[in-house]
């Protein structure tokens, strides 16, 4: 009665298919469908909001899945703040992995990208964890945070210093990390009720996280968590500093920064059973039957986890 794998993620966007050939041509991701999601099982889902069906595009890379979703009865959905940062708690990116990371990073600026980092970092010595990565973080023409990282030798999965892509293209999706208030709150949740585990730990700061932020005097603690090896997982990011990292109000599935982690699940009836009886339970779905195409499941539900990112859970 756990999470055993991570399969990807769910992104918004005004116009799926123009957002999914900028993922395609810039970042070698490839197509496997474009369909329209449609039903009462994703009324029961996601409520009216999609009562106008979900447009949808699957993408993949390596061994992750990238969905881009539009909805068509939403007249005009929440954009992203004009402000924000890391530390917001809506923050939420997806961390790619390349062998050529500074010459993608400086190909995506010539196209004309908004970037986070000030330019790509290699983290410092110190932080025996992430000692050797380099990391840049930048804006998808949506809006959408992405993060690129580069292993050195001694670190990352193993499958990350298997066989790299023509032109450094990315090798598949490592982890994504989202922004939270308390890191014992998401473990009583990730952990304790979905049983994940925890991977790792550091608390990261000094100039090369400011660049990489694109913040002021950052210490953030970070705690990864994942089903086990060879698999995306996720990262906590707890902003120590700088403070005042706001909350999510009155989040919509169909908001821009409404990222929605897809999970596999085996003993998926008795998982929703333990989700819809905790804290949190009004912000649970019924547990749905799904059409087969749909995600390859026959049952899922929707939750919202303690500082409102959403996941989508199937079995």
């Known amino acids: 009665m756990a999470i055993q794998r991570v399969l990807g993620l769910l992104q918004n966007a005004a116009q799926p298919n123009e957002l999914a050939n900028w993922y395609i041509d810039n970042l070698g991701f490839e197509v496997t469908g474009r369909d329209s999601l449609e039903g009462e099982w994703i009324l029961q889902l996601f409520g009216d909001i999609a009562k106008a069906g979900i447009e949808r595009v699957v993408l993949e890379i390596g061994d992750e899945q990238l969905q881009i979703w539009g909805w068509p009865g939403v007249k005009d959905p929440t954009p992203y703040p004009e402000c924000w940062g890391g530390n917001d708690h809506w923050f939420q990116h997806i961390c790619l992995v390349s062998d050529d990371l500074r010459g993608i990073y400086s190909r995506l600026l010539d196209q004309g990208i908004n970037p986070i980092s000030t330019q790509p970092q290699c983290l410092p010595e110190w932080n025996s964890a992430a000692a050797g990565i380099w990391a840049a973080k930048f804006k998808d023409p949506a809006g959408h ?36 208030a308390n890191t014992e709150t998401s473990l009583r949740f990730y ?69 929605k982690l897809l999970m596999q699940a085996d003993a998926i009836s008795a998982l929703h059973e333990r989700v819809i009886n905790s804290e949190s339970g009004s912000d649970c779905s019924p547990l749905v039957s799904l059409p087969a195409e749909a995600f390859s499941a026959q049952l899922g539900f929707t939750v919202r986890d303690p500082d409102g990112h959403s996941l989508l859970i199937v079995g």
């Open 145 to 180: 945070p992405l993060e690129l990282l580069q292993f050195p030798a001694d670190k990352g999965d193993s499958r990350w210093h298997e066989k790299s892509r023509n032109n450094g293209l990315p090798k598949g999706i490592d982890h994504s990390a989202i922004s939270i």
């Open 191 to 259: 952990r304790n009720m979905l049983g994940l585990a925890v991977k790792g730990e550091s608390l990261n700061h000094g100039p090369e996280q400011d660049a990489m932020d694109g913040l002021q005097g950052t210490r953030v603690a970070i705690t990864g968590i994942g089903p086990g090896p060879h698999r995306m997982g996720i990262e906590f990011l707890r902003y120590i500093a700088p403070t005042g990292g706001r909350d999510r109000q009155h989040p919509n599935w169909s908001d821009a920064c409404d990222r």
